[in-house]
């Protein structure tokens, strides 16, 4: 069975601090790791995954396998940051998702 | 307007009846999902559809029933079998070749009020 864990449901930090959501995952196999985010009044989207190796929004997530984590990471973090995010693994073909429960980042100015 | 369309936002239903929740995309993707979102439990998958005429059971696919009878179309009907109807439902779609994998679009959502 795969899972996915975010410890934290929420999370506040000041503008410009450093910013990191935690991941954990558990899979027998090769997963594929996904950060989503959900902001006010708009649509569940991707963010990131771990395959592209890219920053978007200047985020990064590091897959870790030893440590079975996928945090995701920003070094100064900015108001329009405040959303959900959910991170999400895919152990199979196909595209179906198993979401964390998701952390609440609040960007405090 | 390319999307997926998710209707009605807003449904409040009585014990004892089923109600159908209607997910739309004019996206040409061959993938549909419908998700429950809870506070604090994230998505959970209740089914999902890879092509026409076919559809697989996700984890929580008790009290729920789904069609796919066209490739734009995967109505959600929640039964009175249901024993916690109360959320909030999310439907997605998805490329299965040629896409980003593991990128599902969603609607906005419905939410479901059981009285």
């Known amino acids: 069975a795969q899972r996915v864990t975010q410890p934290e449901k929420l999370l506040s930090v000041f503008k410009g601090a450093p910013v990191e959501l935690k991941c954990n995952y558990s899979?027998?196999?090769?997963?594929?790791l996904f950060w989503y985010v959900q902001y006010s009044r708009q649509r569940l989207q991707l963010l990131l995954r771990?395959?592209s190796r890219e920053s978007i929004k200047g985020f990064t997530a590091d897959l870790n396998k030893g440590e079975t984590s996928f945090h995701l990471k920003k070094p100064f973090a900015q108001e329009e940051d405040s959303a959900m995010y959910y991170c999400?693994?895919?152990?199979?073909?196909?595209?179906?998702?198993?979401f964390g429960g998701g952390t609440r980042l609040m960007v405090k100015p | 307007d390319g999307g997926i369309t998710q209707s009605p936002k807003y449904l409040f239903r009585k014990e004892g009846q089923n109600v159908t929740l209607s997910c739309e995309q004019n996206?040409?993707?061959?993938?549909m999902y419908w998700y429950r979102q809870d506070p604090g439990q994230g998505l959970r998958l209740i089914y999902y559809?890879?092509?026409?005429?076919?559809?697989q059971k996700g984890d929580i696919a008790e009290g729920y029933s789904v069609s796919r009878e066209k490739k734009e179309s995967f109505p959600l009907t929640v039964t009175s079998a249901q024993k916690n109807p109360t959320a909030f439902y999310l439907c997605?779609?998805?490329?299965?070749?040629?896409?980003?994998?593991?990128?599902?679009?969603f609607g906005e959502g419905s939410r479901l009020t059981v009285l």
């Open positions: 997605a779609s998805s490329r299965l070749a040629g896409g980003i994998t593991g990128e599902l679009f």
């Open positions: 999400a693994l895919s152990g199979n073909a196909g595209n179906m998702l198993t």
């Open positions: 996206l040409n993707h061959d993938a």
């Open positions: 771990h395959i």
């Open positions: 899979y027998s196999g090769s997963p594929e």
């Open positions: 559809s890879q092509i026409v005429n076919d559809f």
